[in-house]
């Protein structure tokens, strides 16, 4: 099957700094990257969606200028965290996929802890 | 607007025990896919189903079953004879077709106690 990592799997940060997290999808291309944020014990919202050469489509409430992504190639997708805080602390999730809601293939992980 | 509502937050069972997980779904679109997936401990999720709004049969895979019912909204997962790998959360997600993004249920956290 699709396998899709994320670098690191967990940081530890002091509140200030930036932030950046990794997103590769290691046997396919991936016309699509999506980004989500998971706060301990709920549920997997989406932050933003990121296809290859373009911007990134934020959801409403996501602060673009805060989350930065950037979808260099169809096989690596990065999220930087800028400035980051404590209320930023949370599990980041990477997913992969092809157009057509076909399934979209997850990343283990990244979960943040700003100090 | 599309929304995926799981009303059960936690259910404990005792091992052997079937267990029914409950998903509703709304959505305008005529086209949408429905997903289960998995989320252990460890966090990392895992793609248990994909279902499309035009396929209705149950479906069975080991000890998994889904009945999707269109006229409820509705894609249930049983467990039967569960078993205490199976303690995890569960999240059911919908995906319209035109905009491939996943809208996830709150998830239900299901303990198997042996």
């Known amino acids: 099957g699709a396998v899709v990592s994320q670098h690191p799997s967990w940081v530890i940060c002091k509140s200030g700094t930036s932030v950046k997290i990794e997103c590769r999808s290691l046997?396919?291309?991936?016309?699509?990257m999506f980004w989500y944020r998971q706060f301990p014990k709920q549920s997997l919202m989406l932050m933003a969606t990121s296809n290859e050469g373009s911007k990134a489509t934020y959801e409403q409430g996501v602060e673009k200028d805060k989350f930065l992504i950037n979808h260099a190639s169809l096989t690596l997708s990065t999220l930087t965290v800028t400035s980051a805080h404590p209320e930023d602390s949370s599990f980041y999730i990477c997913s992969a996929g092809l157009a057509g809601g076909d399934e979209q293939y997850f990343g283990p992980g990244t979960r943040l802890t700003v100090t | 607007a599309q929304k995926v509502t799981q009303a059960q937050t936690e259910i404990s069972v005792v091992e052997k025990e079937d267990v029914t997980l409950d998903c509703v779904y709304e959505?305008?679109?005529?086209?949408?896919?429905l997903f289960w997936y998995k989320q252990p401990p460890s966090g990392e999720l895992v793609f248990l189903i994909r279902r499309n709004s035009f396929d209705e049969q149950n479906e069975i895979s080991g000890r998994y079953s889904w009945n999707f019912q269109k006229s409820t909204s509705s894609f249930n997962f049983t467990i039967t004879a569960s078993q205490v790998v199976d303690s995890a959360v569960y999240f059911c997600?919908?995906?319209?077709?035109?905009?491939?993004?996943?809208?996830f249920g709150t998830g239900t956290r299901l303990q198997v106690f042996p």
């Open positions: 959505t305008r679109d005529t086209t949408y896919y």
């Open positions: 046997d396919f291309q991936a016309t699509t």
């Open positions: 997600a919908l995906s319209e077709f035109n905009t491939d993004k996943l809208i």
